[in-house]
């Protein structure tokens, strides 16, 4: 029966790590996955996660399953992360979480639940948005449709297309929206924007499904969360997909979160009893180690603030990369306006080069990038950055 299979084609971006470890070049340049890279060029485990593995492994009794919707703490957590401890949702009951592996499953879980217990047919995505958002919704059996994002240039939000393209979504039909560090742009939108978005969805009677897979990449965990927040002040019911690959960087961990805003604690606890489903007749309950970490740097003051610390760090970092992206390109006699991927905010931007041109740097230079012309400014350092500019303005 394998036999008449022919080989599938590789991902998009995860081809490319494929392809980049196969290549002999020393000085090859890896700008495509969605990793975390210190100034090193390594993928770093905080100290905060280490020191909460040794109290695990101090005190861990025994190695029993989770529950279906995983550790209690942990959904606690984060909905006062997502939402903020003093939120009116908590004291009400009116959200609850899923544990889920990454946040890959937690959209998964939450398309699932969408087609299989709400009976949800279509669901809109931003053009463009994260390459596997269609894959995952459709492997539901959800129908993908798109609303224009950015401007004819590639590198700043059409807020008025937008805006337009959602006054024509159906009625009862789902959108994806990111939180913030839109994926694979880097352009997100203001907080007045959000409140503008906000207020057609309730309008239109749209739901919401909000990707919330990099809080505290941005600007930080408040601001970050503004957009989720503004939403929630008119729009009574939404989905939140949240992660922790990248605040953590618990990436090889896979722990992630789906999490529902209902109007009332009954119909929430309804609600995540056919959740409950739907995960049971995937992966039945979820990893327990990442899920304990994450419990319990969020449960211990000093290590929540030493988590903070750390976070602060690595974004300070990705917005020092991207000054300095701009300011080399210009030094080495680039005359394209590079200058708005120092206003966007994330790991991701678009950077305007062509396929053509993406393909000519990983010819030529062993440079990896998305074919979009998205980068993953993270893997730019002091010791790479030279190369770098040099080939893309080679290519220009």
Not at 137 to 163: C, E, H, I, K, N
Not at 241 to 266: D, H, I, P
Not at 281 to 292: C, F, V
Not at 347 to 374: A, K, N
Request: aromatic residues 8%.
């Amino acid at each position: 029966m394998f036999e008449s299979m022919e080989m599938a084609p590789p991902d998009a971006i995860l081809g490319l790590t494929e392809a980049f470890k196969k290549d002999v070049n020393p000085e090859k340049i890896h700008l495509s996955v969605g990793v975390y890279q210190d100034a090193s060029g390594t993928t770093p485990i905080l100290p905060v996660v280490k020191e909460a593995e040794q109290r695990l492994l101090r005190d861990e009794t025994n190695k029993s399953y989770l529950p279906i919707n995983g550790l209690p703490d942990y959904g606690q957590q984060v909905r006062q992360l997502l939402f903020g401890a003093e939120h009116e949702i908590l004291a009400a009951g009116r959200a609850v979480s899923a544990q889920t592996p990454g946040g890959t499953g937690a959209l998964r879980v939450a398309a699932d639940f969408l087609k299989q217990k709400l009976g949800k047919q279509r669901i809109w995505c931003s053009k463009p948005t994260w390459a596997n958002h269609p894959n995952v919704f459709r492997a539901a059996q959800l129908d993908v449709d798109t609303y224009p994002y950015l401007d004819a240039s590639g590198t700043a939000l059409d807020f008025d297309r937008m805006l337009d393209a959602l006054k024509e979504i159906p009625s009862g039909d789902v959108i994806c929206l990111h939180a913030c560090c839109h994926n694979p742009s880097g352009v997100d939108p203001t907080v007045a924007q959000w409140h503008e978005i906000a207020r057609i969805l309730s309008q239109r009677g749209v739901l919401p499904l909000i990707d919330f897979a990099y809080q505290g990449f941005a600007e930080g965990l408040e601001q970050d969360a503004s957009g989720l927040r503004a939403v929630l002040e008119v729009v009574p019911e939404l989905i939140v997909c949240s992660s922790f690959s990248k605040n953590f960087g618990l990436y090889g961990e896979r722990v992630g979160a789906m999490t529902l805003v209902a109007g009332s604690q009954g119909i929430a606890e309804t609600a995540l009893s056919h959740i409950k489903v739907c995960i049971r007749t995937n992966y039945s309950n979820p990893p327990k180690h990442g899920g304990a970490i994450v419990a319990t740097v969020l449960g211990d003051a000093a290590l929540r603030e030493a988590w903070v610390e750390q976070l602060t760090a690595m974004r300070n970092r990705i917005s020092g990369v991207r000054q300095l992206l701009v300011d080399t390109l210009q030094q080495k006699g680039v005359t394209r306006d590079f200058s708005f991927i120092a206003r966007q905010r994330g790991m991701f931007s678009f950077s305007g080069l062509t396929p053509e041109q993406v393909d000519h740097l990983r010819d030529e230079y062993s440079i990896y990038i998305v074919r979009s012309g998205r980068i993953n400014v993270a893997g730019i350092t002091n010791k790479n950055i030279s190369r770098l500019c040099d080939a893309i303005a080679a290519v220009l």
